[in-house]
């Protein structure tokens, strides 16, 4: 976090930077919380994967990221809606453990808009003509199309948009952690219903 000042003192003001700082993530690969792991769960064990975070709306609480339709994940996701997000950023030492319920976007407006904003190497995520996860006999038979061809038509455009589909998930609980030699601290804010709850924990 930027500034370690007397701010980490007052709850309402780490829950602004928190999202502040999310916020301006979003397109900045140089950002430590510009990735995080995100945790599904499945048949009662926990599923965890690096994403990329996309969209952060700080009015409505939503963390966003993009996925294959395809992918194991979105199953997960529509059996059991929910997710743990887990950013580390090791030069502030600040950790977030983020509780969330996930919506997939697929083939809707939300998708095409996500779509439009992403460059062919992204889009070329999703060429890939087997389902991800398939196996196949060799590291090549697994490179997607766009990687072979380094070009996507107007056609291929269309094909793997419906491969695409934007994970939305709503927050509803968020854990803070920094680390300091002066003495860690730790804070709780709840936010799944109407008013946001904030207490200090024992780090
Ligand atoms: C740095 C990094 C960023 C990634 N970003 C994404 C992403 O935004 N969306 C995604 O679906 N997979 C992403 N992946 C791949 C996932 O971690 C995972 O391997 C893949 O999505 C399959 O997960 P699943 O089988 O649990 O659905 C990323 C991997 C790395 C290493």
Redesign the pocket.
């Known amino acids: 976090m930027e500034n370690i000042n007397s701010s980490y003192s007052h709850l309402p003001s780490i829950w602004a930077q928190i999202w502040r700082i999310l916020s301006a993530t979003r397109d900045s690969p140089a950002h430590h919380w510009y990735?995080a792991a995100l945790s599904t769960v499945a048949n009662g064990r926990p599923?965890s994967?690096?994403?990329?975070l996309?969209m952060v709306d700080i009015q409505q609480l939503l963390l966003t990221?993009?996925?294959?339709i395809r992918?194991?994940?979105?199953s997960e996701l529509e059996n059991s809606p929910a997710v743990q997000w887990l950013f580390w950023d090791p030069v502030e030492k600040t950790q977030l453990r983020i509780d969330a319920k996930a919506t997939i976007h697929h083939q809707n407006q939300l998708a095409e808009e996500e779509w439009a904003r992403l460059s062919p190497l992204t889009k070329g995520n999703m060429s890939a003509s087997l389902v991800?996860?398939s196996p196949v006999d060799s590291a090549e038979a697994g490179i997607a199309a766009y990687h072979r061809s380094k070009s996507i038509s107007p056609e291929q455009d269309r094909t793997w948009f419906e491969h695409f589909a934007v994970i939305e998930t709503r927050v509803q609980h968020l854990e803070w952690l920094w680390l300091s030699r002066e003495g860690h601290r730790r804070a709780s804010f709840e936010c799944a219903g109407a008013e946001l709850k904030m207490a200090w924990l024992v780090p």
């Open positions: 990735t599923q994967r690096t994403v990329v996309r990221c993009h996925t294959d992918a194991k994940k979105v991800p996860g």
